[in-house]
């Protein structure tokens, strides 16, 4: 059983930054694809970024390219989101997610494991 663990959400104003990270543990596969999608109320849950096995490939959603970063520290395993200038319709709870496999897909069935995810408010 894999475990993932999501820190570093809050309030922040539109123009702000925000850095998530997510820590995995349990059971997991030799390679593995990490990633992040969020779902705001009433929307339907949204790919935002995912990275592979050892960082080389990354898959980032058009609503965040140029604004979000995703990356992976292959020592430490946590797989972090940057978010840089953020604005109100980035707010919703942010999920760090895991499939095995070395593909960074943005598809959500795709992904087996889930956090509880992690609140992200930015204010107008």
């Known amino acids: 059983q894999v475990q993932l663990e999501e820190y570093g959400g809050g309030l922040v104003q539109a123009g702000g930054s925000l850095r998530l990270s997510c820590v995995a543990s349990?059971?997991?596969?030799?390679?593995?694809?990490m990633g992040w999608f969020r779902q705001a109320p009433g929307e339907e849950r949204e790919f935002v970024a995912a990275?592979?096995?050892?960082?080389?490939?990354?898959a980032v959603a058009d609503s965040v390219k140029g604004r979000f970063t995703i990356s992976r520290d292959v020592v430490t395993d946590i797989v972090s989101l940057r978010m840089d200038t953020l604005k109100p319709e980035d707010t919703a709870i942010y999920y760090c997610t895991a499939r095995e496999g070395d593909n960074p897909s943005d598809n959500a069935q795709m992904y087996r494991y889930w956090g509880q995810g992690t609140q992200v408010t930015v204010s107008s």
């Open positions: 349990g059971r997991i596969a030799s390679s593995y694809t």
């Open positions: 990275i592979s096995w050892n960082g080389g490939r990354t």
